[in-house]
């Protein structure tokens, strides 16, 4: 025993030499008691003569090994917890990210295939707000992105200009900022001159099993009169065209919309335009016409992009070939795509299968004329009667021309004889 509590107390002693240098590194004990050899010996001399402390040395190797041993724990402890702490810190922000992700509402599909929308939709809030007026075909636009009418208004938009979104917002700031000035609702309560307007515009609805109803506008130019009187005021000519316009807009319900339109697929909010050329008087182009013109496409391609589906051109004599060259100007080619010209009227309704007998008669159709079975914008009456007098009084001109003519010819032919007599003497 004696002998082993000798071999323990050297091991007991030899950490006590070291104590001082173990806070300074974690070096290997060999190389900081090299310098030193003469202390190393003492302790252990020490604790050789008294046999009696032998026991209760005993335990201080455990403790001074433990001394030893534990500031080269504890110097790592912190760098361990530091990191510990760092990672845990990391951790916390990502967790806080990801549930503030989960809280999130999740984003419209509408928004997710087409991420130009979602940048037009977010530029709601400044268009607004530059232009002082929200509504738009009678849909009040909000920044609200579950409103289905409001998104479907900036599909159209975004359509018109292929997907550019700033070109979007620019012409969607500019028919705002038209329907504020021209107020296009009030326009459709309005009333026009029946002598420069009667006879020109209707708007048939029909109905179709599965689909929406098909809106069709007609625009008779066969019906002008005096270009003058029609064209020669183009604002006025403007207001009225723009509040047949409405009338059609009206019937697509696009305030009503419960469904998005799929930005690459068919678009259900559309219409047809007939435009009639039978019987015109102005088979050559007039200076007049073409601003009328001119004008008129300029506003209805700012104020109504995407509302037209096919444009159909029906009785156009050959030699009014000038106006397709003149419609084409103006217009850009996605437009002109949705041109058909068609030299007989008769053969319109075959163009709508299922359809057919809902057209007017002079179309192919079997139903009755439009003046008696299509809507228009309100006339003046007074101004109708007064029509129908100015035509009467055209009429008598034209008979009284007409007796002239005869009587001339009786006069020329008693003259003529009377010549014959004379000769014959």
Do not use: C
């Amino acid at each position: 025993m004696a002998d082993q509590e000798k071999k323990d107390q050297p091991q007991a002693a030899a950490p006590q030499t070291q104590e001082p240098d173990t806070t300074k590194s974690e070096q290997p004990t060999a190389t900081e008691s090299a310098p030193a050899p003469e202390p190393a010996t003492e302790p252990a001399a020490a604790t050789a003569a008294p046999a009696t402390e032998a026991a209760p040395a005993a335990p201080e190797p455990s403790a001074a090994t433990a001394a030893a041993e534990t500031p080269a724990a504890t110097s790592t402890e912190p760098a361990q917890h530091a990191a510990s702490e760092a990672t845990k810190s990391e951790a916390q922000p990502e967790a806080a990210g990801e549930e503030e992700k989960k809280n999130e509402p999740s984003k419209p599909e509408y928004f997710t295939k087409t991420p130009a929308l979602e940048q037009l939709f977010d530029r709601v809030p400044g268009i607004l707000s530059k232009t002082g007026h929200q509504e738009m075909w009678g849909v009040p636009l909000k920044h609200d992105a579950t409103d289905i009418p409001t998104i479907n208004v900036l599909i159209k938009y975004l359509r018109a200009n292929e997907g550019n979104v700033k070109l979007a917002e620019e012409q969607l700031t500019k028919a705002l900022e038209w329907r504020k000035e021209n107020d296009p609702l009030a326009l459709v309560k309005s009333t026009y001159n029946a002598a420069k307007f009667g006879g020109l515009g209707y708007l048939t609805t029909y109905a179709r099993e599965g689909k929406g109803d098909l809106i069709v506008t007609w625009n008779i130019y066969g019906a002008v009169k005096k270009i003058d009187d029609t064209f020669g005021d183009i604002t006025e000519f403007i207001k009225w065209r723009a509040a047949l316009m409405e009338l059609a807009v009206q019937e697509l319900k696009l305030d009503q919309a419960t469904s998005v339109i799929d930005y690459n697929g068919e678009d259900p909010y559309q219409m047809i335009q007939v435009h009639d050329y039978l019987s015109v008087s102005f088979l050559r182009l007039n200076p007049t016409i073409k601003a009328a013109t001119k004008k008129t496409i300029e506003v209805f391609s700012t104020a109504y992009p995407e509302l037209l589906r096919e444009k159909y051109f029906v009785n156009v004599p050959a030699i009014m070939g000038w106006m397709f060259a003149l419609v084409k100007l103006f217009v850009n080619e996605n437009t002109t795509r949705k041109f058909h010209p068609i030299s007989n009227g008769g053969n319109l309704a075959k163009e709508f299968p299922g359809l057919t007998e809902k057209f007017p008669k002079a179309y192919g159709g079997g139903a009755a004329d439009l003046e008696g079975s299509a809507r228009t914008v309100a006339l003046n009456k007074e101004e109708k009667k007064e029509e129908k007098k100015e035509e009467k009084k055209e009429e008598k001109k034209e008979e009284q021309k007409e007796e002239q003519k005869e009587e001339q010819k009786e006069e020329q032919k008693e003259e003529q004889k009377e010549e014959q007599k004379e000769e014959q003497k």
